[in-house]
């Protein structure tokens, strides 16, 4: 999608930070980081949030969640924890409308999800 920040993004038109990527996927280091690790990983397709997801284009989480494992290891908080967020919607504080699940790690995190 033209005016979209992370399809931008995935097209290198806003440069970022690579951390991960397939044909299916892009993961880039989050450009206001709330841990030491802040990753975001969206697909390459544009899906505007959870949303969005139907039995059509589903299949991309099996690439989402593998990628996600891959990273924390690559990243080096797959022993020590780490929290997988997607924010879906205004009420959620939902920004890029372009789904995308956060990895935030290296250091404790509260243990209050909100
Ligand atoms: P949301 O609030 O929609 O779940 O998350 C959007 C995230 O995108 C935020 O954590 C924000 O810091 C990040 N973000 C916004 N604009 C940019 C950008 O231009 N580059 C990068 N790397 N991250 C961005
Ligand atoms: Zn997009």
Do not use: W
Not at 8 to 33: G, H, M, Q, W
Not at 59 to 84: F, P, Q, T
């Amino acid at each position: 999608m033209s005016d979209c920040l992370f399809c931008k993004i995935v097209n290198r038109e806003v440069p970022s930070t690579p951390v991960y990527e397939t044909d299916k996927v892009y993961a880039f280091l989050d450009i206001e980081p709330e841990a030491p690790v802040h990753v975001l990983i969206v697909p390459k397709q544009h899906i505007a949030s959870h949303n969005e997801l139907t039995a059509e284009n589903v299949d991309i989480m099996k690439d989402i969640h593998l990628a996600v494992n891959e990273i924390a290891k690559k990243l080096g908080v797959a022993e020590s924890g780490y929290r997988l967020i997607n924010n879906c919607g205004p009420n959620a504080g939902q920004t890029v409308l372009h789904l995308h699940y956060h990895i935030i790690g290296g250091r404790e995190l509260s243990t209050k999800i909100l």
